[in-house]
């Protein structure tokens, strides 16, 4: 959760309290509406997917050269 808080003490803390209401709440649709476990668990590995992607797009953000850059 280090990329979602980015070393804060409230954003970890923030992030943290999100993960562990998409686990309860992964639960309690698993039980009411009678869905598989590995259904709540793909909800929050997606949620993860996307944050580290957009982080990754972020730090290492490709960028075009100009055909006149290139040439020197």
Do not use: K, W
């Not at 793909?42 to 100009?66: A, I, M, P």
């Amino acid at each position: 959760m280090v990329f979602v808080g980015r070393l804060h003490p409230l954003g970890i803390v923030l992030a943290s309290l999100l993960m562990a209401l998409l686990y309860l709440g992964g639960e309690a649709v698993q039980t009411s509406m009678q869905l598989l476990q590995a259904l709540s668990g793909l909800f929050q590995e997606l949620l993860l997917f996307c944050l580290l992607g957009t982080d990754l797009f972020v730090n290492y953000r490709v960028r075009r050269r100009s055909i006149a850059a290139q040439a020197h």
